[in-house]
């Protein structure tokens, strides 16, 4: 078993989780502590040094966030010698990719999806105070904490794509995001800021609930295509302005027409680029509205005597919805940030806490929200954060010699707060997973555009490319470790430098014209009923958080964070919270090829 060292800690390398073209990702032993970790290893060159320097600034300026309430990774030490970089994580239990694989893909109740929302627009809502937009949200990046003791408490991951935007520069061509969740403005070439992550969000609701991605493009072009058959053309002034227009759109012939811009047709495209469009989709919806039909969801609407409780979910169904219709607009300037999102009716329960407040499925709903959001991920039962030893156990062979073996084991004593949830579940009452598809049609008959799979093999593969620096993760922290490559070409430069910030309130927060329901009350300050779980106030910066240090780099000379030079680990200070970086690895039945 092998031993690396830093001049304040020492651990024991267990097991590799992945490796990548960068380096690899190795589950380790903390000796000082007892606790599991995760070690992301790079070779210590000048074209990783530059990478590794990028990311530490990003940690550095986030180190005042309680990775806890933040709900953003933690990050430990970093350390290294001559030949090799190290950055030491806490080790988290799987993404939420992972999680719908192993429930094949079933839709996830709306009570679940909110919890899970909660925490990933807490986490942005921090981020924008510190003026970072993460640019790869999706869920593979967004990890379980540990879903038996504590349900559904999440924790967003991998920042090697994200940016600090404190100044505004322009920035040909960004290639950010993975493509299924890539927003309107990098795809047509426009002006963006973080509401990039808020669109990415929105996809990631979708999926969750319909058990496939929302716009499963291709390439660019379907992924325009598709939105374009669910949510209609852009307004006329966007694709003005927007840069690669002419890559998906063209002139209206009819100058009579509303819109003076047409999509391209799937012959066109194939005309131009000898790139044949795929159909990827498993729900062809023709508006966003529909989501709500997919999987039984409508069921209740359609009953003439539903129960109360299917009442309850089918009202939060219809909340969540209109949620993600804010967070999916064409105009970044009209998408709802992600305050206003935290206050919105499905997210604060505040329509379900007036409405249906008598219900089990309220109650439920409040009770997992509640207890996700337990700081350290601690159950209110719980006696602590999981301790780990190493056992030695003697292993002999024929000739009577022997070896010592080590086994990884929990330490006894942790109470699993699920005993307590009164028969929490993922399935909702009154309906099982994945029953009705009323609304939605699915992919029709194989047409000459569709590409026909053999039976039994899903879409959700990836196209091969190159690999970055794998995500880490534990599988229930002694499952077996699976590893998937990440999309090709999905990660951007990261010195692609800062972002353009649009400077532009949306409509959720104070704008002309605007008033009456949910935004008119959290504006003038008063409410009926308290908000039923922590919410965060405003979008400006939280006068309690420290002041942030001037980035990007007056601190990477410090001798504690310097990469040159010969070896040596480094010294802390109070440990820097980090979000570390990892598209996971898997090899079959992946997240529906490349979206890149």
Known sequence: MATIQSETDCYDIIEVLGKGTFGEVAKGWRRSTGEMVAIKILKNDAYRNRIIKNELKLLRCMRGLDPDEAHIIRFLEFFHDALKFYLVFELLE?????????????????????????????????????????????????????QTRCPFRVKVIDFGSASIFSEVRYVKEP??????????????????????????????????????????????????????????LPKAHLLHAARKAHHFFKRNPHPEASNPWQLKSSADYLAETKVRPLERRKYML???????????????????FPDREMLAEYADLKSMVELIKRMLTWESHERISPSAALRHPFVSMQQLRSAHEGTRYYQLSL?????????????????????????????????????TYYREEKAPGVQRAIDQLDDLSLQEPGRLWGEGRAGAYGASEPTADTLVLPKGVSW?????????????????????????????????????????????????????????????????????DPPAVPQLDGDGPDERAPPLPSCPGEWLSDPDWSLEGGGGAQGQAPPPRHPHRPPRVTGFLQHVGGHH
């Open 94 to 146: 799987q993404n939420l990719f992972e999680f719908q694989k192993e429930n094949n893909f079933a839709p996830l109740a709306a009570r679940h999806i909110r919890t899970v929302t909660l925490q990933v627009l807490r986490a942005l809502a921090r981020l924008k105070e510190l003026a970072i937009i993460h640019a790869d949200l999706k869920p593979e990046n967004i990890m379980l904490v540990d």
């Open 175 to 232: 290639y950010i995001q993975s493509r299924f969740y890539r927003a309107p403005e990098i795809l047509l070439g426009l002006p963006f800021c973080e509401k990039v992550d808020v669109w990415s969000l929105g996809c990631v609701m979708a999926e969750l609930h319909l058990g496939w991605p929302l716009y499963p493009g291709n390439n660019e072009y379907d992924q325009i295509r598709y939105i374009c058959e669910t949510q209609g």
């Open 367 to 403: 009770r997992g929200c509640r207890l996700s959001l337990q700081l350290e991920g601690r159950a209110p039962a719980d006696d602590g954060p999981p301790y780990y030893r190493l056992a030695e156990e003697e292993e002999g062979s024929g000739g009577g010699g022997g070896g």
């Open 460 to 528: 959700r593969g990836r196209e091969p490319g190159p690999e970055p620096i794998l995500a880490f993760y534990g599988s229930r922290l002694t499952g077996h470790h699976k590893t998937r490559k990440h999309p090709a070409g999905s990660k951007s430069d990261p010195n692609f430098g800062n972002l353009i910030r649009l400077g532009q309130a949306s409509p959720d927060e104070g704008g002309p014209g605007r008033g009456g329901g949910w935004e008119e009350g959290e504006r003038r300050g008063a409410s009926a």
């Open 286 to 304: 023709k508006s966003l509205d529909q989501i709500e039909t997919v999987n039984g969801g409508g069921a209740a609407g359609k009953l003439a």
